[in-house]
């Protein structure tokens, strides 16, 4: 078993970065794809200028949201990743997921600086059942010896 999967199959508070209010986005696929895998899965977004997003009550911060989330999923650009990080390490959350372009190396250090947990990588290649073309991406991983 991956990190990855360990990760997804242990989460049970997760506080998620990067929705957009208009329900569309990459973010939003990884949500729905995360909820197939684990529908039992508690998760709060968190974005500073909304209040709902496709139904969901959102927080404008991970130190609104109680009982804390145990880990954290940010799917942001690089620039606005750091943000984040600030905000659930602020939280006391330790596991983090960075994925696809929150990932960077600076990042990841910055986020192992603040004393978080990271991962890193697309949700999407860890869930089974994520569809085309998440299965044509996992599987060229597999090939390559990434997963």
Same mark, same amino acid.
């Given at each position: 078993?991956?990190?990855?999967?360990?990760?997804?199959?242990?989460?049970?508070?997760?506080?998620f970065y990067g929705l957009k209010?208009?329900?569309?986005?990459?973010?939003?696929?990884v949500l729905k794809g995360v909820r197939q895998h684990r529908p039992d899965l508690q998760v709060t977004p968190v974005h500073p200028a909304a209040d709902d997003i496709g139904g969901m009550a959102v927080v404008g911060t991970a130190k609104a949201i109680l009982p804390r989330p145990d880990s954290a999923m940010i799917v942001l650009s690089k620039y606005k990743a750091s943000e984040a990080l600030?905000?659930?390490?602020g939280a006391e959350i330790r596991r983090i997921w960075l994925v696809m372009n929150a990932c960077s190396?600076? =990042? %990841?250090?910055?986020?192992r600086s603040l004393g978080l947990q990271? *991962?890193?990588?697309?949700p999407l290649l860890?869930?089974?059942?994520?569809?085309?073309?998440? =299965? %044509?991406?996992?599987?060229?991983?597999?090939?390559?010896?990434? *997963?």
């Open positions: 078993m991956t990190d990855q999967q360990r990760f997804l199959a242990e989460v049970e508070h997760l506080a209010r208009d329900g569309q986005g990459f973010a939003h696929d600030e905000d659930a390490a190396r600076e =990042n %990841v250090a910055y986020a990271v *991962l890193g990588g697309c860890f869930v089974p059942d994520a569809g085309f073309p998440h =299965n %044509v991406h996992r599987w060229l991983a597999k090939l390559f010896g990434k *997963l």
